[in-house]
């Protein structure tokens, strides 16, 4: 289980994060949602050691993981799959996946088969390179890569942007299979409303920084996260 308590973060002067509170338990989904700017991707940063926060903890499996570093959050089972995707355009599909290897210990670095089960067309295209693929192909791939790590937690920064319907629809069946496995906490931060309510256990909708409405009933509660969103 993650829990962040407390968690502040600065760009220089100007303070995003004001004391957010989040939970994401295994095999639940946990989507944070709000508009553009409100801090959502700030708030993955900060728990994936991608950016370092001011004020607040971060604990997996109670364990206080302190301000870790990207590596380390890596190595403690956080894996971010990043907004916009980051693959390297150059690099094949099988070197991309390898990059999810760094934080692995020599012994495990292998794609696990279920990555290809979840992703067939990967297997298919280990040899293309990433810029070659679709952008639906790369959201896939950027998702398979964090799944090579084997987390314990998922961070899905806005996996639909950009993304056509079908490759969509997939993306959404995969995040409900690793719901089932019960193996990880899925946190999607997601702006596709109907997306982000069919798939949520649980929504936190952010506002300027702070958590403004939270439920563990998306879809009794589908109006008034709407309301929540729209301010
Ligand atoms: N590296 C940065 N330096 C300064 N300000 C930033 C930086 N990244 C984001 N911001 C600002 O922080 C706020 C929150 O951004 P972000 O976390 O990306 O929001 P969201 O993902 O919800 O759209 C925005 O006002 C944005 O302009
Ligand atoms: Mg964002």
Same mark, same amino acid.
């Given at each position: 289980?993650?829990?962040?308590?407390?968690?502040?973060?600065?760009?220089?002067?100007?303070?995003?994060? +004001?004391?957010? !509170?989040?939970?994401?338990?295994? /095999?639940?989904?946990?989507?944070?949602? /709000?508009?553009?700017?409100?801090?959502?991707?700030?708030?993955?940063?900060?728990?994936? %050691?991608?950016?370092?926060? +001011?004020?607040?903890?971060?604990?997996?499996? %109670?364990? !206080?993981? %302190?301000?870790?570093?990207?590596?380390?959050?890596?190595?403690?089972?956080?894996?971010?799959?990043?907004?916009?995707?980051?693959?390297?355009?150059?690099?094949?599909?099988?070197?991309?996946?390898?990059?999810?290897?760094?934080?692995?210990?020599?012994?495990?670095?292998?794609?696990?088969?279920?990555?290809?089960?979840?992703?067939?067309?990967?297997?298919?295209?280990?040899?293309?390179?990433? /810029?070659?693929?679709?952008?639906?192909?790369?959201?896939?791939?950027?998702?398979?890569?964090?799944?090579?790590?084997?987390?314990?937690?998922?961070?899905?920064?806005?996996?639909?942007?950009?993304?056509?319907?079908?490759?969509?629809?997939?993306? /959404?069946?995969?995040?409900?299979?690793?719901?089932?496995?019960?193996?990880?906490?899925?946190?999607?931060?997601?702006?596709?409303? !109907?997306?982000?309510? %069919?798939?949520?256990?649980?929504?936190?909708?952010?506002?300027?920084?702070?958590?403004?409405?939270?439920? !563990?009933?998306?879809?009794?509660?589908?109006?008034?996260?709407?309301?929540?969103?729209?301010?």
């Amino acid at each position: 289980m993650l829990e962040v308590s407390g968690l502040t973060l600065r760009y220089g002067q100007s303070q995003i994060l +004001h004391g957010i !509170d989040l939970v994401a338990e295994r /095999g639940r989904v946990s989507a944070i949602m /709000g508009t553009n700017g409100v801090g959502k991707t700030s708030l993955l940063k900060a728990v994936s %050691g991608r950016h370092p926060f +001011h004020k607040g903890t971060i604990r997996l499996d %109670g364990r !206080d993981l %302190g301000h870790p570093s990207a590596f380390a959050a890596a190595q403690a089972g956080i894996a971010y799959v990043p907004q916009g995707r980051e693959i390297f355009p150059l690099l094949t599909v099988r070197e991309n996946l390898e990059i999810g290897f760094s934080c692995l210990p020599r012994e495990a670095r292998e794609v696990p088969d279920r990555v290809f089960e979840l992703f067939p067309i990967l297997k298919e295209f280990l040899g293309r390179r990433g /810029g070659d693929l679709s952008g639906g192909q790369q959201q896939q791939l950027a998702i398979a890569r964090a799944l090579v790590t084997r987390p314990k937690v998922l961070l899905l920064d806005e996996p639909t942007e950009g993304i056509q319907p079908n490759i969509i629809q997939q993306i /959404g069946e995969v995040i409900r299979r690793l719901r089932e496995e019960g193996e990880m906490a899925i946190v999607l931060v997601e702006q596709y409303f !109907d997306f982000a309510v %069919g798939l949520a256990d649980r929504i936190t909708v952010l506002n300027r920084g702070e958590v403004n409405f939270q439920t !563990d009933a998306a879809e009794r509660d589908r109006q008034k996260v709407l309301e929540s969103v729209s301010i």
